[in-house]
C-alpha cells in the first residue's frame, strides 16, 4: 500500500522503495515494521555485524513515522510514572536514567544523520509556549531542573514581551525556547536510516505483510511470500500491527494523529511569522503544534482524536487553530492534510518485553515517538547482543492493561480525554 497522501510522501528525497521478500531466508534477527522502532533497530543490530531482515507490510515509514509533525523532543508524557517504576529496578537512580531517556534519542539521531549524511532537513530549536500562568509556572520548573542538570547552554526562558522575536503571535504570554530540540523530515529520516541499515548488510522488504509466527527452538516469520527463519525475533509495529494480539490485548490503544501542510508562504511572510525558524507546541495537555518546512510552508497539528478513528475533514478542523494562532494567514492554501495512528498507553511508558525468550516487542510512545523509538531500539539490539541491564529496566514495568478490545479501549480513553480537554478551555 502506498503512502498516505501527506506532505512528506510528496516531497520525500527517495522514491525507488525497497524490494519485498521473494522465498525463505534465514538470519540473525527478524523485525516486523518498517517505521522508527525497525528500522533504528535494524541499524543498531546491523552496526554490531548480525545479519538482519525487516518485513514491512507497506512502504518503509507508512505509519506514524511517516505522518507525525516532526519534532524531536525531550518530554515523556510519562516521566513520573518512569521514575515510580523504575525505581522498583534503579533505585535512586531512577531519575538518573528518565533524565538521560530525554536526550540520548537526540544524540542517536544527530550522530546518525551526520554518520551516513542522511538529508533530512535536520534543524535545531524548539520552543514550548505557554497559553496561561499555570503553564508558565511549569515551564519555569523546567527550565530550572534544566539548568541543574547542565543545560543551561540550551534552554531560555522568553518572556511575554520578548516573544516576538520568534513567532507573530498572540496567544503566549511566553515560552521556553530549547535549542537542543529538533526538528525533521520524518520519512525521509526513517528511508535514509533505512538505505543506512541496507549498506551495512540488512535486508529491507517493503510490500511484505508477515502473516504469523511460528515459534520454536528458532522461530520464523510467515509471509505470503516466504518465510524468514531467525534466532530473534522483534515486533516493532506500534498501533499498526495485529500479530500476536491475544498476548498484547489491552496494552495499547490507538489515537488518531492529525497534520496539514499550507501552501507555500513568501520568504518574508515565513520570516515574519517564525523568524528563527522553530519548532513549536503549547503547554496544554491536548495540545497544537508546528513548525516550518524546508520549503517555507507551515506543518500544523493538533487536536488529537483519541477515539482512534480517523478525523472527517482535517483542514476544516485545524485551520481555526492555524489561524487563531497566525492572524496573517487566514483563507491561506491548504497543500496536504492527512491522519494517521499514535499508540497510546495507559501510564504513558513504552511497553517493551518479550512473548517468548527470542520473540521481543516494543510499542507504544504516547506522542513523542522520534527519539523514544531510538532510545528503545538501542535498547533492544544490546539486549539482543548480550547486554541487558537498560532493557530489563522497562520489561520489569508493571503495567495496567483493559479487559477489552483496541476500538473499545480507544473509546474509554477518549472519554478520559475529553476531561483533560475541556479543562485545557478552561484555564485558557
Not at 118 to 130: E, P, R, S, V
Request: aromatic share 8%; glycine share 10%.
Amino acid at each position: 500500500m502506498e503512502h498516505a497522501k501527506s506532505y512528506y510522501a510528496a516531497s520525500a528525497r527517495h522514491k525507488d522503495g525497497f524490494p519485498a521478500l521473494d522465498g525463505d531466508i534465514d538470519v540473525d534477527v527478524a523485525i516486523v515494521g518498517g517505521g522508527f522502532t525497525g528500522i533504528a533497530t535494524a541499524v543498531e543490530l546491523a552496526e554490531r555485524g548480525l545479519r538482519v531482515a525487516v518485513c514491512e507490510a507497506n512502504q518503509i515509514g507508512w505509519g506514524a513515522t511517516g505522518r507525525n509533525g516532526g519534532q524531536i523532543t525531550g518530554s515523556l508524557s510519562g516521566d513520573t510514572a518512569m521514575e515510580r517504576e523504575f525505581k522498583r529496578t534503579l533505585g535512586d537512580q531512577a531519575p538518573n536514567f528518565v533524565w538521560d531517556l530525554r536526550w540520548r534519542g537526540h544524540d542517536i539521531i544527530k550522530n546518525r544523520v551526520e554518520k551516513y549524511g542522511i538529508k533530512c532537513d535536520l534543524k535545531f530549536g524548539q520552543m514550548q509556549t505557554a497559553l496561561n500562568k499555570s503553564h508558565l509556572r511549569e515551564l519555569t520548573a523546567t527550565f530550572e531542573q534544566g539548568c541543574a542538570r547542565g543545560m543551561q547552554d540550551h534552554l531560555e526562558m522568553v518572556p511575554a514581551d520578548k516573544m516576538g522575536e520568534y513567532l507573530e503571535s498572540d496567544l503566549y504570554i511566553g515560552g521556553l525556547l530549547n535549542r537542543r530540540n529538533m526538528h525533521v523530515h520524518s520519512l525521509d529520516l526513517c528511508v535514509g536510516e533505512a538505505l543506512a541499515a541496507q549498506s551495512l548488510g540488512a535486508q529491507i522488504f517493503e510490500n511484505t505483510k508477515v502473516t504469523a509466527i511460528e515459534y520454536g527452538a528458532r522461530p520464523k516469520l510467515v509471509t505470503e511470500n516466504g518465510v524468514i527463519t531467525a534466532d530473534k525475533i522483534v515486533l516493532a509495529g506500534n498501533a499498526y500491527h495485529l500479530l500476536e494480539q491475544e498476548k498484547l490485548r489491552g496494552k495499547l490503544f490507538p489515537a488518531s494523529l492529525a497534520n496539514m501542510v499550507t501552501e507555500p508562504l513568501d520568504a518574508d511572510v515565513a520570516r515574519a511569522i517564525n523568524p528563527q525558524d522553530i519548532a513549536v507546541y503549547d503547554g496544554r495537555f491536548i495540545l497544537d503544534y508546528y513548525r516550518l518546512t524546508a520549503d517555507n510552508r507551515v506543518m500544523f497539528g493538533g487536536g488529537t482524536n483519541y477515539s482512534g478513528r480517523d478525523s472527517g475533514d482535517i483542514a476544516a478542523e485545524l485551520r481555526p487553530a492555524l489561524e487563531r494562532t497566525f492572524p496573517r494567514l487566514k483563507g491561506v492554501g491548504i497543500d496536504y492534510s492527512w491522519a494517521g495512528l499514535d499508540g497510546i498507553i495507559l501510564n504513558r511508558i513504552p511497553q517493551v518485553g518479550r512473548l517468548s525468550k527470542d520473540v521481543f516487542y516494543v510499542q507504544g510512545y504516547s506522542g513523542h515517538g522520534i527519539a523514544l523509538t531510538h532510545v528503545l531500539a538501542d535498547l533492544t539490539a544490546r539486549k539482543i547482543a548480550g547486554e541487558a541491564s537498560e532493557f530489563n529496566v522497562f520489561e520489569n514495568v508493571r503495567h495496567w492493561s483493559l479487559p477489552v478490545g483496541r476500538s473499545m479501549g480507544s473509546l474509554m480513553i477518549a472519554v478520559g480525554m475529553a476531561y483533560y480537554r475541556m479543562r485545557d478551555r478552561i484555564a485558557s
